[in-house]
């Protein structure tokens, strides 16, 4: 139990609906992000939250959408998707720090949910 | 080639034997990271490296850093079947958010007992 739970663990959609997946971490972090983990692909980097704010979209199509009402919930809003949107979806957290913190010797560590694998049909 | 490659790409040894995963990369950075995967599962975090640094050492994980030949490698001593997953490098470049991570392709390792 890394403190990061996900929801839900599977998902099966057709082209035209409309999901959410669910992230909520118990760690008091203050930064979530949005990773997706395709079959032999590098991890990409898809959203990040800090302070409750996105501070980076890296080039992902409008039909997925990111929502963070508060400091312990990410929300991955799904919209007509594509086959090649099938993937794990992973989130994580962070509790991210001022930079003369990164020389103090704190960990730096990114905990991860176990991940939500999407099919799209 | 993308930032963070693992060499090699599957790993298959005794329990027992030593491990070793390299990782290469192309930009500066901030900072390396070492993560494990079990099949379909989400990514659990092993050791941080700075880029002042050049060894760290974390139970039975060795890593090194050399920042000269932009590469890392992680060194699991005295593996166990236990071991056996996908490990993942992953650079930051700094700043205050840790978890904006480049990654690798991983290295996939089984350790047959």
């Known amino acids: 139990e890394t403190g990061v739970t996900q929801t839900p663990r599977h998902l099966v959609m057709g082209m035209t609906n409309k999901k959410s997946l669910k992230c909520e971490q118990h760690l008091g972090h203050n930064a979530m992000y949005w990773y997706k983990q395709s079959a032999k692909k590098p991890l990409e980097l898809m959203f990040v939250?800090?302070?409750?704010?996105?501070?980076e979209n890296n080039s992902v199509p409008s039909r997925f959408s990111p929502e963070c009402p508060n400091s312990s919930h990410l929300f991955l809003h799904l919209h007509t998707l594509q086959p090649e949107d099938s993937a794990l979806y992973l989130c994580?957290?962070?509790?991210?720090?001022?930079?003369?913190?990164?020389?103090?010797?704190?960990?730096?560590?990114?905990?991860f949910g176990e991940g939500s694998r999407l099919t799209v049909l | 080639s993308q930032q963070g490659e693992e060499d090699p790409q599957a790993l298959s040894i005794q329990e027992g034997e030593n491990a070793t995963m390299n990782c290469s990369y192309k930009t500066s950075i901030n900072n390396l990271q070492w993560y494990r995967q079990n099949s379909g599962r989400g990514l659990v975090h092993l050791i941080l490296i700075r880029s002042n640094e050049r060894e760290k050492h974390s139970g039975r994980l060795r890593v090194t850093l050399d920042t000269s030949k932009k590469s890392s490698s992680l060194l699991i001593t005295a593996s166990r079947a236990a071991d056996t997953a996908s490990y993942f490098c992953a650079t930051g470049a700094g700043g205050t958010s840790y978890g904006k991570l480049t990654f690798g392709q991983g290295t996939i390792l089984t350790v047959h007992p």
């Open positions: 994580a957290s962070s509790q991210d720090r001022s930079e003369g913190d990164l020389l103090a010797g704190s960990t730096g560590e990114l905990f």
């Open positions: 939250y800090s302070l409750e704010e996105r501070v």
